[in-house]
């Protein structure tokens, strides 16, 4: 089976630079994915890491460290639009779904 | 243009009840899913769906049964509604299964609330 584990809840500052952290543990790896969700709102795709390294997306980056099982995804200058859920997922050993993480609840205060 | 669109966004019905959830997308996709999101916000898979083939059962109670008339349309059915079924149920597709570059487009959500 999968789990991922990520912080429940993140404060940071508007203009600041946060870092939210997911380790996972499956029966196979094909990539990790984030997702950005609003309250109320729906589930929306920021970036996939499929090999080992940094993505960058323009105020958004994610890590990917396959031998650590362990990831995560950077936002710098912090905007108070920026608050929201944050989830990771992973994409199954036979590849057909992804599983999420719980989700880490991210305020932006001013 | 909405891509994966759900009907209805909102549905509160009696415990004992049937119901269903639309969902259809507009992206040509060939893989399409159900998740339902509890109130602590975990995703959870549900179903899954390849070219109307149904490819993913995650334990789910028999009493949800999805349906693809083509590959299109994925809809949901549940039956004997219970309390713990109340949740946000989200729809979603992909071009490929698991999604391609790991990238799912969700719906807007229906929530239902079980009285």
């Known amino acids: 089976g999968q789990s991922l584990e990520q912080p429940s809840e993140v404060t940071a500052v508007e203009g600041a630079i946060v870092q939210i952290n997911c380790t996972y543990q499956t029966s196979g790896f094909y990539g990790l994915s984030w997702y950005q969700q609003h309250d109320g709102g729906a589930p929306t795709f920021l970036s996939y890491n499929a090999l080992d390294g940094l993505e960058e997306t323009g105020r958004f980056s994610s890590f990917l460290s396959r031998s650590d099982s362990y990831g995560y995804l950077l936002l710098q200058e912090l905007q108070m639009k920026d608050s929201a859920s944050y989830f990771c997922a992973v994409r199954d050993n036979a590849g057909n779904m992804l599983t999420f993480g719980g989700g880490t609840r991210l305020m932006v205060k001013p | 243009d909405t891509a994966v669109s759900q009907t209805p966004k909102y549905l509160v019905t009696q415990m004992g009840n049937d119901k269903s959830i639309k969902c259809e997308q507009n992206?040509?996709?060939?893989?399409m899913y159900w998740y339902k999101q509890d109130s602590k916000k975990f995703l959870k898979i549900m179903f899954s769906y390849n070219n109307k083939e149904l490819i993913i059962n995650e334990t789910v109670p028999n009493r949800f049964s999805p349906k693809s008339p083509d590959k299109a349309h994925l809809n949901l059915h549940i039956n004997s509604l219970e309390l713990g079924d109340s949740a946000v149920y989200f729809c979603a597709s992909s071009t490929t299964r698991g999604g391609a570059h790991g990238e799912l487009f969700f719906g807007e959500g229906s929530r239902l609330t079980v009285l």
């Open positions: 992206l040509g996709h060939d893989t």
